[in-house]
């Protein structure tokens, strides 16, 4: 089996170091962090106060803090607000120059790799490794170009920043209650109560989902339709595959009365990805309002 390294330029690293470091991030992101050792690593939010997606990132634990791989184009404000949020706490946050990000799948072993970090994708295995090291480094590993990770993610229906956003999606329905990025049993952290409401009355109805068509789908903030109804929202989108935000409800009562979704005029077929734990939607279409 062949691995696949793809460089992520769109990615960017941020280096929190300091005693506090973890009690920090414990009162402030989604996942559990308080005992992470060197070498660990969580998949995390900062949400809004209204319980929203600010940023995404992972949490590798290093000696001395952890690193964040996050969006490029949101590292400078995922700094400003954590520094924000810093007051006396013994600590230091700051962009890093000389590191650059990788995902490695297939027969993914970079045992080999003498400079940087490598570490599971929290979100499911079959995601892969993440790979943190200098960007000549990365340069010297990759053998993909930055697409066909993208292929990669959207076949296995998993959201990232760029279908995300920021301040425009809950957890659930990005998905994060299914690949631990949550964590309902710690304690209060920004935007928590609402996630918590949410998980526990089971309110969340839509959520991102891998869709195909039989040739390229329209850019992202296409609506998905059913008849002359909209179900949905395409976010993300690479030829025939992309990620689309689904009323789940809403699209199984579309099946179950025979009409197709679409997308600009153009059918497409949306899939319950093999590792989602939710309710089939044929479960819910009864409950559309």
């Known amino acids: 089996m062949t691995v696949f390294i793809a460089s992520l330029p769109e990615r960017s690293v941020i280096e929190v170091k300091g005693e506090d470091t973890l009690p920090f991030l414990q009162d402030l992101v989604t996942a559990n962090v308080a005992d992470l050792s060197p070498g660990q690593a969580v998949h995390s939010a900062l949400l809004t106060p209204q319980g929203k997606i600010l940023f995404d990132f992972f949490i590798l634990a290093v000696e001395g803090g952890v690193l964040l791989d996050c969006a490029a184009e949101s590292a400078a404000s995922l700094t400003q607000r954590l520094t924000m949020y810093r007051l006396r706490r013994a600590l230091s946050i700051a962009q890093t120059d000389d590191l650059a990000v990788a995902a490695a799948w297939g027969d993914a072993d970079l045992s080999s790799l003498n400079e940087g970090y490598e570490f599971s994708d929290p979100r499911n295995e079959a995601m892969g490794l993440r790979v943190i090291a200098p960007s000549a480094v990365i340069a010297s590993i990759a053998n993909q170009p930055p697409e066909a990770y993208l292929d990669h993610r959207y076949k296995l229906g998993i959201g990232d920043a760029a279908e995300i956003g920021s301040g425009e999606l809950f957890p659930h329905e990005a998905c994060y ?113």
């Open 177 to 289: 209650d299914q690949f631990s990025s949550v964590d309902f049993s710690k304690g209060c952290y920004v935007g928590q109560e609402v996630v918590s409401r949410m998980q526990h009355r089971g309110t969340a109805r839509s959520r991102l989902v891998p869709v195909d068509a039989s040739s390229a789908l329209p850019a992202p903030g296409a609506k998905v339709m059913a008849d002359d109804r909209q179900v949905g929202t395409l976010l993300g989108a690479h030829g025939a595959g992309g990620l689309a935000l689904i009323r789940l409800d809403r699209a199984a009562k579309a099946a179950c009365a025979g009409t197709v979704l679409s997308v600009d005029g153009q059918q497409i077929t949306m899939h319950k990805p093999a590792w989602a734990r939710w309710a089939d939607a044929a479960d819910s279409a009864g409950d559309d309002d």
